[in-house]
């Protein structure tokens, strides 16, 4: 006598049954876990932005140490004072919000035709403001990004690099101090105020970066294409906010 058992319909109604019990777990965990993984990611975002502009507890010459995730929220009130969104032919609206605009997304928005959204946070620390940009692009292997904070002028204050899958050691790098801490101080507009943004450069003829007025900062060893990266995400992004900080010295 044939057992119910070995006939193909059970077998394919247990395979169904499991998928749908997992399923649902899964999808119960991951609903349970978005309240978390959102608070996360704010969290991550907020101590990027104040990290830029020298909101840290970073200590001699020792590694980046954001500010403790108990306190990024008072903090960043506390140091942002505005945040904005720029849409277009300099269409701004303030956003409280706008750290949480999808970069990528707006990337993506802009290749297809669609106006791109270009958020801008403001911030100030012991009287100077300070004016911290998003930018994203490609690296050796995947994604990039960072956050730079420039002053009026469009020279550049501070700024925090991070990245999805580059090199350990190597293209990794772009997230140490010794490299981002290169780009303090450097000019993103010429002296006759065309943008040039800054070129990450293995023919720097400045390794201890001194001059400020070169546009480029130097390269970290075995990393070109990342260094490529950078270089190209500063000029493309960053280049969309020249109108604005244009328009900010005319009123």
Known sequence: MEKRTDKNLYTL???TGMVVVVGSLLAFVAS???PKINENKRIEKQQNILYAMGV?????????????ASKVAGEFSKYIKKQIVITGDLDIVENNDAYLIDIKKEQTKAKAG???QLPLFIG???????YIAPIRGIGLWDAIWAYVAVDENMIVQGAYFDHKAETAGLGANIKQRF???DFIGEHLLDENGIFKGITVSKSNSDPTNKIKYDNEVDAIAGATITGDG??????TDLRLYQSYFENLKTN
């Open 56 to 68: 840290h507890e970073n200590e001699g010459k020792g590694n980046v140490a954001f500010i403790e």
């Open 124 to 130: 100030e620390k012991d009287g100077k403001t300070y």
């Open 32 to 34: 349970s876990l978005k």
């Open 230 to 235: 950078v270089s190209a995400m500063i000029k």
């Open 114 to 116: 669609e106006k791109r």
């Open 179 to 181: 490299f981002m801490d």
């Open 13 to 15: 109604l247990f395979a």
